[in-house]
């Protein structure tokens, strides 16, 4: 979540940045900061490269240069890698990923049965929890020589705060696979999101509207009407010339339709095939992937600044009650161009939503823009307001900030809760406790991180909210309190905060006797999001009889579940728990269950 030019610095330089985001600037001020505001911003003309920021950016040119957006994706010629390329092997459904190195090149070699395949290694993607990589599938007997066909993602992770290999897709909330193959053609997949293009490119899709065709562009954001932006064509011949611009980059001939969604059927058609790394402004996540096109301000820095509003002179953005976007505004939907997306098949999300049909918050990690704009604060407050753009968070501020001493963010804007009486009246805990931390209640660590931990939900919202409490389980306070039954939270909400909760539906949720846990309960009979936290708080809570239902979660039909609950076991038994996960689930039960017998 990456948007600003400045980047946060200490908790009371944030609140100020808050503060100022949530003022509204007089007319005069903004109408001098549109007057510096570029024409164009979105045209490929319109980019200059990161390397023109250097010379007077320079601290911050050097911070973003180690920075995990930078460093998004590398040629693996000319970067290091923590992945270890010496014949380590991943096995899964009878097939073999073997990570090789010969004459100083790095290589994947994948076989199943009769049928071997050699990959070269030309580029990894990320690095900050796991690498990935990109390959080009090359004779054995030439393993140097010309490629056979287009680079492709390969299907082996390494995962850097473990050591270990892990199947690719099982990061996100996929079902369980039975080999190990090519992935898609490594320009035809994440591309946009990946690496630095012209932003008009990756609008193609919200200037068609519903039911566009699907390419490199496509976002899975799923906003409600209410939440969403619109991408308004003011000049449709401006429109057909911007096209016709990247169509003949592209190599395509013709002239385009003069109807506007059948010309962007046409740029959307011919991008999917078309678009490859030449037509990149740059590999990585470029200052321009935020900021926009940003030649005006390189060559005029003094006349113009780049600016996260959206400058054409033939569409413009609009919010959803056709308002002109804020500044704060700008910046999350630029965020929300990549850190928004529910992209697996897995059906379920949060508020008791499901994906296709009435999406609330995302459950796992890579979402986490998109559910911001879900939330109450996505109008005044911005992503870089807790998040550096242009270097790697800190972990101590960001974990100082679910603390009392964090809440100076939120009480920037919210002043009324400024003083330790009105926090402890607020929160009904004692002022100075977890308890009266904002995020522990309003952004609660309840999403699949990257590194088998939970990570805040950035719907900041309540765990009051009808949704919340009749959609999801466990209870969002049974994160802290997990020795509370279903009746005594919900009563106890009703009574501090005058809600009112449906007996009836708590009970479709957890059963007759509203006496139960929700942890036990959850842990037993939840979706698969539902269960892996239930497992995490069971493991962290000590909650009894919980054992065999997290052990039985190592069978669950998605592999990435499989991994939490190894590490809940984990938890529990305060050491690693050494099993092969490339297990079926049912042995994988088995396998742990004899492990956590032998350590009694």
Known sequence: MLVRPGFWLAACLTALACAG???????????????????????????????????????????????????MTREVASTELSAPFDGRELALGGAVARLETHEGKRFVG??????????????????????????????????????????????????????????????????????????????????????????????????????????????SNELPASKAFRYVVDDAAG??????????????RGSLPENER???????????????????????????SCHGGSR????????????????????????????RPTRAQDQNRTCAKCHTVLFSQYPFTWEGGERRTSPGGSTTNSGEARDFLLGGCASAMTCSTCHDPHGEDSKARLEELGTVRGNRVCTSCHRELESPLALGRHSHHRADGAGSAC??????????????????YH???????????????PLDCALCHAERSVEQITATMEKWWGKRYDRARLRRLYGQDLRANPVRITLIGGKPHEQALAADIAAAQQVPDTLEATLALLGSEYPLVRYFARHSLEKRAGAELALDMSLPGPQLVQAARARLNAAR
Not at 127 to 148: C, H, M, W
Not at 153 to 173: A, E, Q
Not at 266 to 279: D, K, L, P, Q, V
Not at 439 to 456: I, Q
Request: hydrophobic share 35%; aromatic share 8%; net charge neutral.
């Open 21 to 71: 985001a949530g003022t509204a600037p007089s007319r005069g001020r903004q109408e001098e900061a549109k007057s510096r505001e570029p024409l164009s911003n979105v045209l490929r003309a319109d980019y200059v490269g990161s390397q023109a920021c250097a010379g007077c950016h320079a601290s911050i040119y050097e911070a973003w240069l180690r920075s995990p957006m930078h460093r």
């Open 262 to 288: 059948h010309a962007l059927e046409i740029a959307i058609s011919n991008t999917r095939e078309r678009f490859g790394e030449a037509h990149l402004v740059e590999l990585g996540v470029g200052c321009e």
């Open 296 to 323: 005006a301000h390189a060559e005029a820095p003094h006349r113009f600044d780049p600016s996260f509003a959206l400058r054409s002179s033939f569409m413009h953005v609009e919010t959803a009650s056709g308002g």
């Open 110 to 219: 994948l076989s199943q049965g009769e049928q071997n395949e050699l990959y070269r290694v030309t580029k990894v993607i990320g690095g900050r929890y796991r690498e990935d990589f990109v390959g080009e599938l090359v004779p054995a007997s030439s393993p140097f020589g010309v490629a056979l066909e287009e680079q492709r993602v390969l299907p082996v992770s390494y995962l850097r705060f473990d050591g270990t290999l892990r199947y690719k897709g099982y990061s996100v909330m996929v079902r369980e696979r039975h080999g190990l193959e090519a992935g898609l053609v490594w320009q035809r997949a994440c591309v946009l999101c990946h690496n630095t293009a012209p932003q008009v490119v990756a609008l193609y899709d919200e200037l068609y509207g519903a039911k566009a065709p699907s390419y490199q562009g496509s976002a």
């Open 459 to 473: 719907r900041i919202g309540s765990p009051t909210e009808q949704a919340r409490v009749l959609g999801d389980r």
């Open 239 to 252: 429109l057909r010339q911007a096209l016709a611009g990247e169509l003949a980059l592209l190599g395509a």
């Open 439 to 456: 995020l522990s209640c309003h952004m609660p660590k309840k999403n699949m991180g990257l590194a088998y931990d939970f990570t805040r």
